[in-house]
């Protein structure tokens, strides 16, 4: 794996981490302790994010991975960054809108789905020409 897919893996992880210290911090706000996960809307709302978010990170990381590993390089490890960058964002633009008002996420949701997409479209065309390769 290339060092700067590693980083861009790295501020997936802090992205997540943002996400659930937004669940604490909305439990703390609301005064709803665990298990609960209901009766508050800005605590249901960071739950959901952290769920969403969860639910993303392995579709994004094997993706990413494997557009690494099989996309040529310049493309592989660029475009992978690239792309992670993107996700990221979306994931950032996502969680922000989200916490605002649960209609204002569908624009960081459409961003890091599009990144997803094209991560798995290119490790797909990367490791279906690598076997048609004899790789």
């Known amino acids: 794996m290339n060092a700067l897919v590693a980083l861009v893996t790295l501020a997936a ?3 997540y981490l943002a996400t659930v210290f937004g669940v604490g911090g909305a439990r703390r ?4 302790r665990a298990p609960a996960m209901t009766g508050d809307p800005l605590l249901e709302r960071a739950v959901r994010v952290q769920m969403n978010t969860l639910e993303w990170l392995p ?3 094997v993706t990413l991975w494997l557009f690494d590993v099989f996309v040529p390089a310049p493309y ?3 475009g992978a960054a690239g792309l992670g960058v993107v996700w990221i ?3 950032y633009v996502y969680m922000t809108g989200y916490m605002a008002d649960a209609s204002k996420r569908s624009t960081g949701f459409m961003v890091q789905g599009l990144a ?3 991560l798995l479209l290119g490790a797909i ?3 279906g020409w690598a076997l048609v390769r004899g790789g």
């Open 13 to 15: 992880m802090l992205i």
């Open 29 to 32: 706000k609301s005064g709803i």
């Open 59 to 61: 579709i994004f990381l």
């Open 76 to 78: 592989g490890p660029y």
């Open 89 to 91: 964002v979306g994931r």
């Open 116 to 118: 997803c997409l094209l």
């Open 125 to 127: 065309g990367g490791a």
